[in-house]
């Protein structure tokens, strides 16, 4: 499916595509490595790790096998931070507006899928004012396999009634481009988190890469 040619459903991914707040989690996550005695987060690690669900995001960092309730411990710990350093301070991406009354105009049907634990979903998308934007919201906690496994796009292809191969994904993580790749949806990757230059050399590359919605837009001619 060109770009060109204007797919049935969009996908959007949440923290780093709706809203550009991955520095933010990056401070949360700063404040709790160190009261963990954790080393800083690398661009590596970031790499292995965005996108991910917590449940498998902590026993990486702790490099350990971790029970349901030490990372949920860490989940509570860590997103609360995160809770607390975002509010007031979320910005959504450049023509993130513009694109969903456009998607709107054209019928196309809307959805998020995003590896964010529900008060997270929530937080953040009632600090930017657009709970209602979103009618269908699906969670990597609730599919079998988080990503960079396929299923959260696949559910949520199955709970917009549109085949995999009509929507179009948006994400900023590679971790996610994989994922949509494996569901057979084509990607846009916004450069919000990594380089273009990153995404062009990852296996299977996103069909664009760019700074934000406005410039999809742009490009797309939709």
Same mark, same amino acid.
């Given at each position: ?7 049935? $459903? ?7 595509? %709706? ?8 401070? $949360?996550? #700063? ?5 963990? !005695? ?9 790499? +292995?790790?965005?996108? *991910? *669900?917590? #449940? ?7 490099? *350990? ?12 710990? +860590? ?7 975002? +509010?007031? *301070? ?35 998308? !009632? ?10 919201? %699906? ?7 988080? +990503? ?65 919605? $406005? ?5 797309? !001619?939709?």
């Amino acid at each position: 499916m060109p770009l060109a040619e204007r797919p049935r $459903a969009v996908v959007f991914d949440l923290d780093g595509t %709706v809203v550009d707040n991955m520095a933010l989690h990056a401070e $949360a996550f #700063s404040v709790f490595m160190q009261r963990h !005695g954790l080393p800083p987060l690398t661009p590596e690690d970031r790499a +292995k790790t965005d996108g *991910r *669900r917590n #449940s498998e995001i902590f026993p990486l960092l702790f490099d *350990r096998e971790m029970t349901r309730e030490e990372w949920m411990a860490c989940e509570d710990e +860590k997103e609360s931070l995160y809770r607390e350093v975002s +509010k007031g *301070r979320l910005v959504v991406v450049a023509g993130l507006q513009d694109l969903l009354d456009r998607a709107a105009a054209l019928g196309m049907a809307v959805a998020l899928a995003t590896s964010a634990p529900a008060l997270n979903v929530a937080h953040t998308l !009632g600090e930017i004012g657009l709970a209602h934007a979103f009618p269908i919201v %699906v969670r990597g906690d609730q599919v079998p396999r988080g +990503k960079p496994a396929p299923d959260v796009f696949i559910e949520a292809s199955r709970q917009l009634g549109v085949a995999a191969a009509d929507c179009l994904v948006f994400e900023d993580a590679p971790l996610g481009v994989a994922a949509a790749h494996g569901a057979n949806m084509r990607c846009v990757a916004l450069t919000t988190t990594f380089s273009a230059e990153h995404f062009r050399a990852l296996p299977h590359p996103p069909a664009l890469a760019c700074r934000d919605f $406005a410039a999809f837009l742009a490009l797309a !001619g939709w």
